[in-house]
């Protein structure tokens, strides 16, 4: 099997970009994911996006972390694929697609795409960390030392030993500045720290404002791959208009051949 794909990155969050609209590509083949996933045998990436078509919208996202099992929304892999669908000359400027969690709207404007999220209803606060869901359940507690944590070690055991199989994310903050935290994600699917999540910024800028530890409703999100924004209003119910804006970048195109 020879297979065309792009390679996309969004604040080091990368991932295996397939056009998939005719539908070739073997979707219930999760060793096949995984491998293409793969660092050392394969291309290399957090996961793995198809673009297929869809009735209602633009274009519909299909989502695989990289241990090839089909996952929640991923915002960064949402940007990204917005930014692949105006290089096929699928969209234009402005866009609605469909995931796994609903419709979307994005709009791109050069490398930086501007995605809206789903709206959320709840944070849960607990004594040391919250809980939500932003397309992907996130765990979210504050970490007074970020730099010198590790996220693999303690990530991995807050993802199994409080949330089970099934898993969470896992995020650890730090405040900088009034409106700019630093945060570092344990992702499950990966089951390890990847350079930035999507969902998982967008979390922890709900948590904090939630928690009153910022007064903004645009926050800057420091993660080790770039900085990211995510802006919201706040409602009687919730959070609405919720925004993740940040760069998402074509790393390289080819082909691979594989045996399946």
Known sequence: MKLHFFKYQGTGNDFV????????????NTKLVSLLCDRKF?????GLILLEEDDDTDFRMVYYNADGNESTMCGNGGRCLVAFAH???????????????GIHEATISGKEVSLEMQAVSKVEHFPGFSF?????PHHVQMHPHLKDLDVRQ?????????????????NFVEKLEDDLFAVRTYERGVEDETLSCGTGVTAVALAMYDRKLTQGTKVRLQTPGGMLSVSFEPTTEGYTKVVLQGPAVQVFEGTIELEI
């Open 17 to 28: 970009m397939i056009d998939n609209r005719s539908m070739k590509f073997p979707k219930n």
């Open 42 to 46: 394969g291309i290399g990436a957090d």
């Open 87 to 101: 290089y096929l000359g699928v969209i234009g400027n402005k866009t609605t697609f469909m995931a796994v969690d």
């Open 132 to 136: 939500l869901d932003t397309g992907s």
């Open 154 to 170: 303690e990530g991995s055991r807050l993802r199994y030993s409080k949330y089970g199989q099934g898993g969470s994310n896992i």
